[in-house]
């Protein structure tokens, strides 16, 4: 019974990807590429169950927040539905000198209530996501497409991947491709023990208290935790 649920739920990301690519990738290049490497990570959680949905969502807020991307208030699906209506009228981040200017006009941007109505939550939220994402590459000054690679993290495991423990491995480590390779088991000997130096670094920064015992423990049971199938 497991092998048809698992295929099951592999279809219904499929779906949901194709349904709102074209939708978002209009915003811009980054937003198209977060489309085939990020979003069908993420989409799981997006029409999974509402308290991940909300665990989810209120991390990835407060990150953007800490670093500075997001205004406090600012909500993912309400900058997502803005980026949505603003493209279409050839507001995107490529025609601005700073991805700040853009989010200023988007900010700015009236929305149309109709339309508004007629985008899904979950192309809101998939375009707030990569819009984010985007300002964060810009902010940390690293390859466009890189800091997307937080949200996997997050939806895999919303309460192990807090917005304290992220804004703490971004102020140890920027690569957060190595990171998510790293959870995923997806890296050789060498890079593993490096990224995991970065890691455990990270965690006496954020709690100098606990013993690097518990750190590891904690750090098991994430890597663990990604080996779990995702259900919808």
Known sequence: MVFPLIAAAFSAVASVVAAVTPVIASIGPAVASFCTTVLPRVVPVLIGNLEKLNTFVGVVQAVLQVIGIFKPGEQIKDIGDRAIQAASQDIKPENFDSFEAYMEEIRAFELDPTKTESITDVEKYAAG????????????????????????????????????????????????????????????????????????????????????????????????????????
Do not use: C
Request: aromatic share 8%.
């Open 129 to 232: 996501l990569a819009v984010g994402a985007q300002g964060m590459d810009e902010k940390f000054n690293v390859r466009e497409g890189t800091m997307a690679n937080l949200w996997p993290l997050v939806a895999n495991n919303p309460e192990y991947f807090s917005s304290t423990r992220l804004t703490s491995l971004l102020g140890s480590t920027t690569d957060v491709i190595s990171l998510l390779k790293y959870f995923e088991g997806g890296l050789g000997p060498a890079a593993a023990a490096e990224t995991e130096g970065k890691i455990v670094a990270a965690e006496k920064t954020m709690a100098p208290e606990i013993t690097e015992e518990a750190i590891y423990v904690q750090l098991d049971a994430a890597v663990e935790h990604f080996k779990k199938p995702e259900s919808i």
